[in-house]
């Protein structure tokens, strides 16, 4: 089972009432919604931020991983 973590979630009650109409059709809570819209977004910048491959070589020996600007997100674990 995994653990989960609460937090308060602001948006326009035009956003809430389009997320609420969904889970309804759905026949699912709301939170089931946000919680999958939430996992969906973390996938999205985990797998943008990976450091691409590249056919070059670096000059100094280092790896696309270790120039990369901003940390490589991780799943947790």
Same mark, same amino acid.
């Given at each position: 089972?995994?653990? *989960?973590r609460?937090? =308060?979630?602001?948006?326009?009650?035009?956003?809430?009432? =389009? *997320?609420?109409?969904? @889970?309804?059709?759905?026949?699912?809570?709301?939170?089931?919604? *946000?919680?999958? @819209?939430?996992?969906?977004? @973390?996938?999205? *910048?985990?797998?943008?931020?990976?450091?691409?491959?590249?056919? @070059?070589?670096?000059?100094?020996?280092?790896?696309?991983?270790?120039? =990369?600007?901003?940390?490589?997100?991780?799943?947790?674990?």
């Amino acid at each position: 089972m995994k653990l *989960l973590r609460r937090t =308060t979630v602001s948006a326009p009650p035009s956003v809430i009432q =389009t *997320l609420e109409a969904e @889970a309804k059709r759905r026949g699912v809570p709301l939170a089931a919604l *946000l919680r999958e @819209a939430v996992e969906e977004k @973390a996938s999205m *910048l985990r797998s943008s931020r990976r450091p691409r491959v590249g056919v @070059a070589r670096s000059r100094d020996g280092r790896s696309a991983a270790e120039v =990369t600007a901003e940390p490589v997100a991780e799943e947790p674990r």
